[in-house]
């Protein structure tokens, strides 16, 4: 089992950043991809951005060039740093592991973390 704990968010205005934290705890060996979603009210749950062990990255286009995904391996931590935000951003924040055991996958989610960026 992974356990997963986000923190960092909260409330800014249009413009602000924030910076999302994520820590990884308990069988975290083969844990690969790290990553955030976002489910914002009324609509489906989005991937933000990923990235893998080795550093590679994924974004959704609605964040490309705002939003940076880090990842700190020895730490068991990823981070989201979120600049230039928007109202369009504000949701409820989940932090995901994917890890391999044997040749299971196995998906493992945070609590969440509420953003509110207000206009």
């Known amino acids: 089992q992974v356990q997963l704990v986000e923190s960092g968010g909260g409330l800014v205005q249009a413009g602000g950043s924030l910076r999302l934290s994520c820590a990884a705890s308990g069988s975290i060996f083969s844990i690969n991809a790290m990553g955030w979603y976002r489910r914002a009210p009324g609509k489906q749950r989005e991937l933000v951005a990923a990235?893998?062990?080795?550093?590679?990255?994924n974004y959704a286009d609605s964040v490309k060039g705002r939003f940076t995904i880090s990842r700190d391996n020895a730490k068991n931590t990823v981070y989201l740093q979120m600049n230039s935000l928007k109202p369009d951003d504000t949701a409820v924040y989940y932090c995901?592991?994917?890890?391999?055991?044997?040749?299971?996958?196995?998906?493992?989610w945070g609590q969440g973390t509420q953003v509110t960026v207000s206009s």
């Open positions: 990235i893998t062990r080795g550093g590679n990255t």
């Open positions: 995901n592991a994917d890890q391999v055991v044997l040749t299971t996958l196995y998906h493992y």
